[in-house]
Structure formats: structure tokens, C-alpha cells
């Protein structure tokens, strides 16, 4: 069983930056893509950033230019650099990984990320 936990959310003023954090533990990690999510209250959740097995990574385009997916196999981490944040990136953030291409069957628990105007 695979079990994903991120960190690194917190409160944050307008034009600052974050980073999340994503561990994963159990299963074959080398072979998932991992994607983060985001869900603002009241609102659908809203993919923001893919990162693929093969490392060909995709953003959304709310957040392009800011916002950069990483990964590291050999610590089975991915990560989601966040700069010149903007109040409307309040989420809570997710990170999610799978076999199959934006069908996840892991999510972490998620990590609160509040930006200030």
C-alpha cells in the first residue's frame, strides 16, 4: 500500500513563495506519475501540476510561469515550488500518484496553503 504525506503549506503573503512537499512510502514509486491538486473551499478540486514517470511535466494554466513540479526517485519525494503566490492559490494542496495517467488511486491527506493580500 502506498501512502503519500505532504507538507510545507502554511500562510503566506501576496508575491511570496512556498514548498510543497510530497513523501511517498511503499510501492513502486519510480513507476507513477504524480500529479498535485488543489481545492479552494466551496470550489471543485482543480489539478495544478503533473510531473510523469519519464519526468515530462505540465502545469495548469493559473499557474504557469510560478508555479514548478519536481521529483526525486531515489528519496521517493515530488515536490511543488510555488513563488509569486497570489490569494487566489488558497487551497488545500494534494498530491496524488498512480500507474495510470491522471487516474490516481493514492492521496496524501493534504496541506493547507493560505496567501494574504
Known sequence: QVQLV??????????????LS???????????????????????????AT??????TNCADSVKGRFTISRDN?????????????????????CAAGPRYGDYDYWGQGTQVTVSS
Open 51 to 56: 510531473i510523469t514517470r519519464n519526468g515530462i
Open 22 to 48: 510530497c513523501a511517498a512510502s511503499g510501492g513502486r514509486f519510480s513507476t507513477y506519475h504524480m500529479s498535485w491538486y488543489r481545492q479552494a473551499p466551496g470550489k471543485q478540486r482543480e489539478l495544478v
Open 74 to 94: 531515489g528519496k521517493k519525494m515530488v515536490y511543488l515550488q510555488m513563488n509569486s503566490l497570489k490569494p487566489e492559490d488558497t487551497a488545500v494542496y494534494y
Open 6 to 19: 505532504e507538507s510545507g503549506g502554511g500562510s503566506v503573503q501576496a508575491g511570496g513563495s512556498l514548498r
